[in-house]
């Protein structure tokens, strides 16, 4: 169990310019989650995969941001035309169902998370 | 719609004592989960404590321990015999059993004293 793994750690960019994140989540995990949080916030919810599927999808995700989850593995989170309001920090967790149980009692398990800066 | 509240932005403690971070949610759905997770400076989130709503008694996790008072919804997370190394930002979350999303509250940074 290596834990999620996010890149890169940091970046910063310019605004207008286009970025992409990676999440790799644990490998038997077959749920993962895109998460948004800012300074002295709690994590938002972005974005939620089960294998390839999106199934569900925050209103906070406007149009410019886009995540996929090709082959029900890893996942990638783009943001186009960055502004500076986009600057946090964005996290990434994964999980995996147990059987017979309701999602109530399913820990994420969280990434380290890719700190985004727009000058 | 489910919301949390942690009305406390920060706490100190006296290492070795005990300490009470209050959180308080709201929620329609009879089955919903109660977390808390401990965020260092480093950024990553750990899972601390589950405490589901159809639970009879409170859990606990070593020296952690969850304060689950149903009719009041509340949640508090008790952390005995502080270290050091509690100093973080803690969150209370909650999970509706109609939805995957896991909602936080603001956060309760905890500054553990010598």
């Known amino acids: 169990d290596t834990g999620v793994s996010q890149n890169p750690r940091h970046k910063i960019t310019k605004r207008g310019q286009n970025v992409t994140f990676r999440c790799d989540p644990i490998s038997e995990h077959n749920r993962l989650y895109w998460y948004r949080q800012t300074l002295g916030q709690g994590p938002e919810f972005l974005t939620y995969?089960?294998?390839?599927?999106?199934?569900?999808k925050s209103r906070l995700l406007s149009d410019r941001f886009s995540a996929e989850r090709p082959k029900g593995s890893f996942s990638t989170l783009e943001i186009q035309r960055t502004e500076q309001g986009d600057s946090a920090m964005y996290l990434c967790?994964?999980?995996?169902?147990?059987?017979?149980?309701?999602?109530?009692?399913?820990?994420?398990?969280f990434g380290s998370g890719t700190q985004l800066s727009v000058l | 719609a489910q919301k949390i509240t942690q009305t406390q932005p920060g706490m100190f403690v006296q290492e070795k004592e005990a300490v009470t971070l209050d959180c308080t949610y709201d929620t329609s759905d009879p089955s919903y989960g109660l977390f808390w997770y401990k965020q260092p400076s480093s950024g990553e989130m750990i899972f601390l404590i589950y405490q589901g709503s159809y639970d009879q008694q409170n859990a606990t996790e070593g020296r952690y321990s969850l304060n689950f008072q149903k009719a009041r919804k509340s949640a508090n997370l008790v952390i005995s015999a502080s270290q050091l190394g509690d100093s973080a930002m803690y969150f209370c979350?909650?999970?509706?059993?109609?939805?995957?999303?896991?909602?936080f509250g603001s956060g309760t940074r905890l500054l553990v004293r010598p």
């Open positions: 979350a909650m999970r509706e059993a109609s939805s995957y999303k896991l909602i």
């Open positions: 995969f089960q294998n390839e599927a999106q199934l569900e």
């Open positions: 967790a994964s999980s995996s169902p147990r059987q017979g149980s309701d999602a109530t009692n399913e820990k994420l398990f």
